[in-house]
């Protein structure tokens, strides 16, 4: 299991290319007019983890497999989307899939790229998106709640559905706070549910620092993940060899990707952890959410674990590379016994038994 985030921003604003950067491919095309991009672009990005390098290797793993995380690039949303303007309910449909949503805002000045509104304004891009997932939502519930569709639904999914309609006629995107409602909305597709990344799109000048656009973002949304980067930037890291990369970006003064920021500003949002499993025929890393129960977390590699779990065989990853075996861990009182009520911590490697 890994994630699957949706790059949406309104045309022109950098998505085919922060794309290709991404998933170091060239499946998107960039190009200087709107909706160049008419089906979704998906790419599948190995998570680069270092400790399950070294487990692969304590191990001496036959094969070594890293969790995932899938982009898709959905094509530029323009006013009007979730009226069919620009093929808008198509690419909002597209949206309804994901996990979590990249908002991508141009901020930086070119005279050679057009806007779509021929002005640089991202919080006012950002707004406009907002609106339209707005409206496109409202158009979704009240579908819901027609005369004919009403009686399929219980009592109590009436009455969310209701709230949530309140909500957002007056303006407001938030959740509420009965967790059986949130779940029950949040299972019929809202987009207004999706957890969102908002990615500054700036010049190579403004790399290091910002500039006033991305600093206005960040005054905007000071409750909001926001991520600066340079797509051209990290094209051009991409475009690489993989022993050339690190010394370009100690040239430019760059410390991470924008791929490693939005993983880990992605796992921090969808409050996503890690553990592992190794031995002589593979190491493995599974993605799970924090506060994962271990017959849960088992269940992600075969749903019949998760029904037949006796226990698991916990080794903190930092004893495993210490001790160097999950024998040897052993041996010096380093596995934990754990059962059903065990939450699963990032970092365990996990040998679960199970009823055959």
Request: aromatic share 8%; glycine share 8%; with cysteine.
């Amino acid at each position: 299991m890994g994630f699957k985030c949706g790059i949406v921003g309104l045309p022109n604003v950098g998505k085919s290319t922060l794309f290709n950067a991404l998933t170091a491919s060239n499946k998107a095309e960039a190009a200087n007019f709107p909706f160049c991009t008419i089906d979704p672009n998906i790419g599948i990005v190995s998570v680069k983890d270092a400790r399950l390098d070294k487990l692969a290797e304590l191990s001496n793993s036959k094969k070594k497999i890293y969790t995932n995380i899938t982009f898709v690039d959905i094509a530029g949303l323009v006013k009007g989307a979730s009226k069919g303007e620009g093929l808008g309910n198509k690419f909002l449909s597209h949206i309804r899939e994901v996990d979590a949503i990249i908002h991508l805002t141009r901020c930086f000045d070119s005279d050679q790229i057009t806007h779509v509104n021929s002005k640089v304004n991202p919080i006012d891009d950002l707004e406009t998106i907002k609106t339209e997932i707005t409206l496109s939502d409202i158009g979704l519930i009240q579908k819901k709640l027609e005369k004919g569709k009403k009686k399929l639904l219980s009592s109590k999914e009436v009455s969310a559905l209701e709230n949530k309609l309140e909500l957002l006629n007056n303006g407001k995107d938030g959740s509420s706070d009965n967790i059986d409602e949130n779940l029950f909305l949040s299972s019929i597709g809202l987009l207004s549910f999706k957890p969102r990344i908002i990615v500054c799109n700036v010049d190579e000048a403004s790399l290091s620092k910002g500039n006033d656009y991305s600093q206005n973002i960040i005054q905007k949304y000071p409750n909001e993940k926001v991520v600066v980067i340079c797509a051209d930037i990290e094209d051009q890291i991409m475009s690489l060899e993989k022993n050339e990369r690190a010394n370009f970006m100690q040239e430019i003064g760059l410390e991470k990707t924008g791929l490693n920021q939005l993983i880990k500003t992605g796992y921090d949002l969808l409050n996503l952890e890690t553990f592992f499993t190794s031995g002589p025929l593979e190491s493995r890393a599974w993605t799970v959410k924090k506060n994962t129960p271990a017959p849960k977390a088992a269940g992600v590699i075969h749903s019949d674990f998760e029904k037949n779990f006796i226990r698991a065989e916990a080794i903190d990853c930092e004893d495993f590379f210490k001790y160097g075996s999950a024998e040897k861990c052993k041996e010096n009182g380093k596995t934990r016994i754990e059962g059903k009520d065990y939450i699963v911590k990032d970092g365990d490697v996990l040998f679960f038994r199970v009823n055959p």
